[in-house]
């Protein structure tokens, strides 16, 4: 007689199995949500600081435009295929896409800079010392070091 340790089993199992499903409907169905990049949000403290990092492999950097103000930083752009012709499958999204991120705490979007490396664009905000001028600002990508 099977155990309860059992029907945990068998539900973890069934769950994952239909997540897996679900992950299988192809892009052109219209049932995905479209290129979505990650995201990571560091803050430090030495300096005072958010550093974000976004994946962005294959994306041109021509694409990316980033903007903040004292609240948030933005980034959009568009990821083109590499390929063209007809897909037998797949998994990798492309598109348009949109990241906002909400700060805890007031930033200062002047003194923010971006880099642009192996698939990684990292922007660097520094915490605002004194209260912020309300402004929106465009990022521009520096060169990696």
């Known amino acids: 007689m099977p155990g309860k340790k059992d ?3 068998r539900l973890q199992s069934e769950v994952q199995e239909l997540i897996d ?6 892009r052109f169905s ?10 990571d949000v560091i803050r430090t403290e030495d300096p005072p600081e958010y550093r974000v990092v976004v994946e962005l492999a294959g994306v041109d950097s021509e694409t990316l435009r980033i903007f903040a103000d004292d609240q948030a930083l933005v980034v959009a752009g568009s ?3 590499a390929w063209r012709g007809r897909f037998f499958h797949m998994e990798i999204e492309h598109g348009p896409f949109q990241r906002r991120i909400q700060f805890a705490e007031q ?5 923010a800079h971006a880099e642009y490396a192996r698939g990684l664009l990292t922007v660097t905000v520094p915490i ?11 990022i521009k990508i520096g060169r990696s070091k």
């Open 30 to 39: 219209g049932l995905r949500r479209g290129f979505r990049p990650q995201v």
């Open 128 to 138: 605002a010392e004194r209260e912020p001028a309300h402004e929106k600002v465009s």
């Open 21 to 26: 499903e679900l992950w299988q409907v192809p």
């Open 7 to 9: 029907h945990l089993d």
């Open 79 to 81: 990821r083109s295929p």
């Open 107 to 111: 930033v200062d979007p002047a003194g």
